[in-house]
């Protein structure tokens, strides 16, 4: 049978590390790259006596999460133990909530370019980290493994999805707009190679036409969108290699070999019953009341789609334009402030797309580290747009805006670099460079337009840029005749 009569069935479950300074339940520090154990402390290692205290950031940007994708936040919620061994877990237990959740619907939109569907969320509970397993590095890795308690305690959401994706392409997708939701919301600081953003998928198949659930495979800890989707590619296509074979498909947890492009079993899979969740006796029900909700969600700024569809009507930029200037909350905060600065937001958002995007990418930086703020480069788009210097010169100017911190106006009054509109000081010139290339004219002369442009640019290069472009076209026209 051919793979095109099966269709895939998925669903993720993204654990997102909040943002918060200390962790979930004791006053540790969340910073990543400590020396192992560093942060750790009874409360990580479940030592006797250690009693838990919830932070309360931490509850706030889960809600903050919740309200934002739409979810259900109830009013009363359960902290449970959920009971199994592993060496970085060392109270035995990880608590973490399940029969009453923080939060339950809600979904996510994908993409119009995937169609627009909307993933539904099943559930956002709030939970804490286990610790590292650390099986390379070490003199004796080969007979030991070490353990580092720093994460031990972080705090974490888990968003889980309905298993409403049909193609590798479409989780890829979801799990990217989440990620820019929830780095937009300052929830999650969306660093998945630090660990603090992952994914499982849960993969099965079915015939075309059937509405039955097949068995699925859980693939852990996908750590980025690339891995997500050739993992799922691949897990696909091995269950439908399995039924074609006359095989079965076996519920089980398997991992992503990068380097081999392939997933290999890691473990059966666990049903909820193994875990033998129940009330934490340490921790009291965790109360969201309609005060504090309402003070969150006042909080909660304009999401990233919203304010991709208000650029476009507000401002008339294109799609294309309006998207990239919504990657990131910063750097759609600084377009907006520019703009209004600068009085044409096309011209703005082109400086934006072009110069300032180039610099972050060149200089590895974030949009708050940027030296030209935004009203700066107002400024100089404004001056650009008036025609006191051109395009060309502006390029230099806020280079040297960069550099100096100087306002554009008082670069372009201090270097000498305003446009030369007086057609009494570009004639001489035009007149120089038409003398200078008689055999050019003489191609012009017999229709070869396309050497026009070369006097132009070289009469530019005569003034430095500074010529005022329409009239030196003008004037190398009339010259020619």
């Not at 909307?118 to 099986?135: F, N, P, Q, W, Y």
């Not at 959401?157 to 989440?178: H, K």
């Not at 788009?381 to 008082?410: C, H």
Request: hydrophobic fraction near 40%.
């Amino acid at each position: 049978m051919e793979p095109s009569a099966y269709e895939a069935v998925i669903g993720l479950e993204i654990h997102a590390q909040l943002l918060t300074a200390t962790k979930i339940f004791c006053g540790c520090s969340t910073g990543f790259g400590a020396p192992a154990n560093a942060h750790a402390c009874p409360v990580c290692v479940g030592l006797p006596g250690a009693l838990p205290v919830l932070n309360r950031k931490a509850v706030d940007l889960a809600v903050t999460a919740a309200v934002a994708l739409g979810c259900d936040v109830h009013e009363r919620s359960v902290f449970a133990r959920k009971n199994y061994f592993y060496p970085d877990l060392p109270k035995g237990y990880q608590i973490s909530q399940y029969e009453l959740p923080l939060a339950t619907g809600g979904g996510v939109a994908l993409p119009r370019s995937l169609g627009g569907k909307c993933v539904r969320l099943t559930r956002i509970h709030m939970e804490e980290d286990a610790g590292k397993s650390l099986h390379d590095g070490f003199a004796d890795s080969d007979r030991k493994t070490y353990l580092d308690y720093n994460r031990s305690g972080v705090p974490l959401i888990e968003i889980v999805s309905e298993p409403d994706m049909r193609s590798a392409a479409e989780a890829a997708a979801f799990f990217e707009t989440l990620r820019q939701i929830l780095v937009w919301l300052a929830v999650n600081d969306g660093n998945m190679d630090e660990g603090s953003l992952r994914c499982d998928a849960n993969v099965s198949i079915r015939r075309r036409g059937e509405t039955t659930l097949g068995t699925k495979a859980e693939v852990k800890n996908l750590n980025s969108f690339r891995y997500l989707e050739k993992a799922i590619e691949y897990e696909i296509g091995r269950q439908i290699d399995v039924v074609e074979h006359g095989g079965r498909v076996i519920q089980e947890t398997r991992l992503f070999d990068a380097a081999q492009g392939k997933t290999n079993s890691m473990r059966s899979k666990e049903e909820a019953h193994d875990y033998r969740y129940f009330p934490d006796p340490d921790l009291p029900a965790l109360v969201v009341d309609a005060g504090r909700k309402a003070q969150i969600v006042a909080a909660i700024p304009e999401l990233p789609d919203t304010r991709r569809r208000r650029f476009i009507e507000q401002y008339a930029l294109p799609e294309y334009d309006a998207a990239l200037l919504t990657q990131t909350r910063g750097v759609a905060d600084y377009f907006e402030e520019a703009a209004k600065c600068s009085g044409n937001a096309k011209a703005t958002s082109n400086w934006v797309m072009g110069e300032v995007l180039r610099n972050m990418k060149e200089r590895d930086i974030e949009i708050d580290a940027i030296a030209v703020r935004p009203a700066a480069l107002g400024g100089l788009v404004a001056i650009v747009e008036k025609g006191t210097i051109s395009s060309t010169v502006a390029k230099d100017v806020f280079a040297k805006m960069y550099d100096t911190g100087r306002a554009a106006a008082d670069i372009v009054a201090a270097d000498g670099l305003a446009q030369i509109t007086d057609t009494s000081s570009l004639e001489p010139i035009v007149r120089r460079v038409i003398d200078a290339y008689p055999d050019i004219i003489a191609e012009i002369k017999a229709g070869k337009d396309r050497k026009f442009q070369f006097l132009v640019g070289q009469v530019m290069k005569e003034t430095r840029g500074k010529g005022d472009p329409k009239i030196v076209t003008d004037l190398v026209k009339s010259a020619i005749g």
